[in-house]
């Protein structure tokens, strides 16, 4: 197994998703914002 986040990274917010295997993602795609809190929740 070889677990992998993937990061898109945009102007003000991204957006990121969880993969436990190559094309096998775990969990929904999540946003958060550029700021002390979207990052703390990431």
Do not use: C, T, W, Y
């Not at 197994?1 to 969990?27: C, T």
Request: glycine share 12%; charged share 20%.
């Amino acid at each position: 197994m070889n677990p992998v986040i993937g990061l898109d990274v945009s102007k003000g917010e991204s957006h990121a998703q969880a993969f436990l295997n190559r094309g096998v993602p775990h969990g929904k795609i999540f946003r958060f914002s550029h700021d002390l809190e979207g990052l703390a929740s990431f």
